[in-house]
Structures are given as C-alpha cells and as structure tokens.
C-alpha cells in the first residue's frame, strides 16, 4: 500500500492561491489516478479534483471548475493542486488518495470508488 503525504497547506486571504503537493512512496504512482478530496468542519469529506495516470484526463467538483487545477509528475511520484481565487467556503483539510487498482479511472475516483491509500490531510484556512 502506498504511503501520502500532503503539504502545502497554510492561512491565505480570500481570492489568495495556494499550491498543495501529495507525495507518494512505498510505490509509484506513476499508472494511478489520483484524487484530492476535502472535508470542511463539521461536513462531510468531499471530491474535489482527479487526474487520470499520464494527466491528459481530469475530473473537478463543479465548485472549484475554473479556480483549481490538478496535476501529476511521476518523475517525482508527486500529485499537484493549485487552487487560486480561494474562498471562505474552501477551508478545509485537503487530503489526496490513490485506488486500490490502476483500472480505476477519475470518473471512479470521484465517486469514492476504489479508494486505498489516503494521506494525512493538509489545513487550508482561507479568511474574509
């Protein structure tokens, strides 16, 4: 099973940016989708985006299309999120996950499906 960390998170002002890394090890990632989910306080965990293995297909919640942006370099065995124009509502713990299956496509992901390995989470604090 794969190990995630993510890092990058931190306070930001409102219509700031930020950019949050996944590190994967223990195994590449490099034939994986790979998914960012959120889970703001006192919600439940939400999909935000999903890359499929080479990054030529990805897959984003309607409330970050447009703002956020995922990306992958298997060189580094590493998953991207660059979020920009953050709002108040996007403070969350920021957590990537991998699939138990490199079948699984970012259409499964998004739907929890397949779901194995997930990080730690990273707090992205945005304030008005």
């Known amino acids: 099973q794969v190990q995630l960390v993510e890092s990058g998170g931190g306070l930001v002002q409102a219509g700031g940016s930020l950019r949050l890394s996944c590190a994967a090890s223990?195994?590449?990632?490099?034939?994986?989708?790979m998914g960012w989910f959120r889970q703001a306080p006192g919600k439940e965990r939400e999909f935000v985006a999903a890359i499929n293995w080479n990054g030529d297909t990805t897959v984003y919640a309607d409330s970050v299309k447009g703002r956020f942006t995922i990306s992958r370099d298997n060189a580094k065995n590493t998953v991207y999120l660059r979020m920009n124009s953050l709002e108040p509502d996007d403070t969350a713990v920021y957590s990537c996950a991998a699939p138990s299956t490199p079948v699984a496509g970012p259409g499964d992901v998004s739907r929890f499906q397949y779901l194995e390995s997930w990080g730690q989470g990273t707090l992205v604090t945005v304030s008005s």
């Open positions: 223990g195994q590449s990632i490099s034939i994986y989708t």
